[in-house]
């Protein structure tokens, strides 16, 4: 069999970027495990003895020949890329030709593998520099095992330096979690001194493999959209998000990045995606996003860090535009794509608290299976007034603050008053109109920062007397109440023109104990269903609660046969 390592020509290696590797546990373990991708492997299994500084990582991929053994840890050998230009074609996740080499620099490292099509394994250890000191034949099924042993052994320094072993086992852990959302199809096994740490199973989709990661997540809980970028043959966006209605965190911890297969840091597509999120969640909480992009290697340009954490990306602001109109369609209400699951908890507490005030008690719980709407797979026609995603009919008022209505999937229950507010807000912030008001509202005592405030949003204030300032214009919901005064005072306690945009909307919606008419109550139904976040209010409460068909039906025991319902 031909070999497939070779050593890079001078030019390249003066072409790629310098620097260190291999600096911890977890920077072997990235590196070991993408090479096991990148040989085609669908079972990873990593054990790790910390305290001994040891780590093995073993693989089901393609293997190696006794040629490519022998040349696998010499400085700049690589089976993944052989000239300058191919640096700018990029597809696999190692390509430098290093990861190898600096182990035997710093550590003991021995290489058992065997080529799929190869009837013999080999063991080979290796020296420091990377020459091959053993070489001995050795029953092994195909696929590769590497071992690690003593590491930073000869530079007690770098041991000295780094976090203590738990904290090294949580980079591990975030280091093998991360490359597992690029892969969801791969198993993975992880071992600590030799008991099962913790396994991940393979997914058909990301979404799926999310809450083994984040297990506060459920998979109700998320939205996942796949988009194919228009003329481009092989471009695509792929989008996992927390609905923001039900999923948030306190920390921007989960906020990921992929480029082909890997995870990257990129703080402008990271603060597009938070961007995309504003006014949606509650405050101070953060989205739960992971958005992956494929897309044509030579777009990126992955020879910028030695651990390819970061890159130069061609076209940033399109893809930008792009995040921002991805996570706007998944947003949206849209009851062609029915998702299983959603609000399972949040309608089973309901219907379970409505059984036990009932006049029966069964000794059963509530099903999982509940309904609820998804979202399109394909983009929104963009246009002022869009068709509606789906016919919600008003059916009546409960303690009039929520509005009863049915859809073909069963019923939801809308809060008027922050269904209004949102679409009020996003009207506000579509079109900001300041207005002159006569006579002109006067308020009393106001310190100079509420002075400036008032300012900086845009109104017309005055000094009117003593200790008198005379507002002659606001927002123009605002000019028709009789509470204009008091919500102008509220603006002037201080925030950007987005707080009182939410201020404003706030105050104009319609209050909850108001009495509406059905025809008022489907004219809000059609307006909120347009809106471009239905999900949530600006404050980022959530406004509705579907109650489906499945569940209404598992509730009255209509899946019961006639005979059994009838106890015969």
């Not at 190696?64 to 840890?73: F, I, K, P, S």
């Not at 550590?107 to 091959?132: K, M, N």
């Not at 309904?371 to 009039?400: C, F, I």
Request: aromatic letters at 6%; a neutral charge; charged letters at 20%.
């Amino acid at each position: 069999m031909v070999s497939t390592i070779q050593a890079l020509p001078t030019e390249v290696v003066h072409l790629i970027t310098a620097g260190e590797v291999i600096d911890s546990l977890a920077s072997v373990v990235r590196e070991l495990v993408e090479n096991s991708l990148d040989a085609g492997a669908t079972r990873i299994v990593v054990c790790l003895w910390p305290e001994q500084w040891r780590v093995r990582v073993a693989d089901n991929g393609c293997g190696m020949t006794l040629d490519d053994l022998q040349r696998a840890a010499t400085a700049h050998s690589t089976s993944k890329i052989r000239s300058c230009a191919d640096l700018w074609k990029i597809t696999s996740l190692g390509f430098r030709g290093e990861a190898l080499h600096s182990l035997t620099t710093l550590a003991d490292l021995e290489i058992l593998s065997r080529p799929s099509a190869g009837e013999l394994g080999w063991q080979v250890v290796y020296g420091y520099g990377g020459e091959a000191v053993k070489v001995e034949a050795t029953a092994i099924a195909p696929g590769t095992v590497v071992t690690v042993s003593n590491l930073f052994g000869n530079w007690m320094a770098r041991r000295l330096g780094l976090p203590t072993v738990a904290q090294q086992m949580k980079a591990v852990q975030g280091t093998i979690q991360q490359i597992a959302l690029c892969h969801p199809h791969v198993t993975w096994q992880v071992w600590q001194n030799d008991r099962e740490w913790f396994t991940l199973s393979p997914a058909a989709t990301i979404a799926q493999l999310l809450p083994q990661i984040i297990h506060q997540v459920r998979l109700c809980d998320l939205q996942e959209l796949k988009i194919e970028i228009p003329n481009s043959q092989q471009d695509s966006l792929s989008l996992v998000m927390g609905l923001p209605d039900r999923c948030h965190r306190h920390r921007p911890d989960w906020v990921r990045v992929a480029m082909n297969r890997r995870m990257v840091k990129s703080p402008e597509l990271e603060h597009t995606i938070l961007s995309a999120f504003h006014r949606t969640l509650p405050r101070d909480r953060y989205p739960v996003c992971f958005l992956h992009l494929c897309i044509s290697p030579d777009q990126i340009n992955w020879n910028r860090h030695p651990a390819k954490a970061e890159i130069y990306l061609n076209e940033l602001s399109y893809w930008q535009e792009q995040v921002t109109q991805a996570i706007d369609q998944a947003l949206r209400i849209n009851s062609t794509t029915l998702t299983e699951a959603i609000h399972t908890t949040r309608v089973g507490k309901l219907l379970k608290a409505a059984e036990e005030k009932g006049g029966y008690h069964l000794n059963r719980s509530i099903p999982d299976g509940v309904k609820t709407p998804g979202y399109p797979h394909s983009p929104l026609p963009h246009s002022p007034t869009p068709p509606l995603p789906h016919s919600l009919k008003a059916v009546g008022q409960v303690n009039n603050t929520y509005i009863a209505a049915e859809h073909p999937g069963g019923m939801w229950l809308v809060e008027q008053h922050i269904a209004h507010e949102r679409v009020l807000y996003e009207q506000l912030c579509d079109n900001w109109q300041i207005i002159p008001i006569e006579p002109p509202v006067i308020l009393y005592q106001l310190s100079p920062a509420q002075v400036s405030q008032l300012q900086h949003i845009g109104l017309d204030i005055e000094p009117f007397g003593e200790q008198l300032w005379a507002i002659r214009s606001a927002p123009a919901l605002l000019k028709a109440r009789d509470d204009c005064a008091d919500a102008i005072l509220e603006l002037s306690w201080g925030g950007d023109l987005q707080v009182a945009q939410v201020a404003v909307a706030c105050r104009s919606a319609i209050r909850n104990g108001t009495s509406l008419s059905v025809q008022e109550m489907q004219t809000l139904l059609d307006q909120w269903q347009r809106t471009r976040n239905p999900r949530t209010c600006p404050h980022g409460r959530p406004i509705y609660l579907s109650l489906e068909e499945s569940a209404l039906a598992r509730f009255f025991q209509r899946h019961w046969v006639i005979g059994k319902s009838h106890g015969i």
